[in-house]
């Protein structure tokens, strides 16, 4: 299983951007989730969703602001990023868990793609 992140890039304080996780190989259901690192910060959880798409949870901090969402035809998980912040600024890793796991612990995951930098302009 491969998991390839886009999406990434320079925006201002308040504005958006669009995060994919596009998954290739092995064709079973499974949970993604997105984490991100910042410079000099420990590894945090994001956001996550189940295969099905109707349990999506998040961190406190991106409630109201984050959506992810996914397309199971094409194998991609979204996460649509408003009003975005000086600290939402890191490097965004997306992951995908098998067996109906998923949720805010990063062990819960079985696979992970590279990053994808987001830098959030004041």
């Not at 998991?3 to 990434?8: F, H, P, R």
């Not at 999506?56 to 959506?67: I, L």
């Not at 969402?69 to 868990?97: G, H």
Request: hydrophobic share 35%; with cysteine; proline share 2%.
């Amino acid at each position: 299983v491969q998991l390839q992140a886009s999406g990434g890039g320079l925006v201002q304080v308040g504005g958006s951007l669009t995060l994919s996780c596009a998954k290739f190989g092995l064709r079973d259901s499974y949970a993604v989730g997105w984490f991100r690192q910042a410079p000099g910060k420990a590894h945090e959880f994001v956001a996550a969703i189940d295969y099905s798409g109707i349990s999506p949870h998040y961190h406190d901090s991106v409630k109201g602001r984050f959506t992810i969402s996914r397309d199971n035809a094409k194998d991609i998980v979204y996460l649509q990023m408003n009003n975005l912040k000086p600290e939402d600024t890191a490097v965004y890793s997306c992951a995908a868990a098998f067996g109906g796991r998923y949720g805010a612990d990063s062990s819960l995951y079985d696979y992970w793609g590279q990053g994808t930098l987001v830098t959030v302009s004041s």
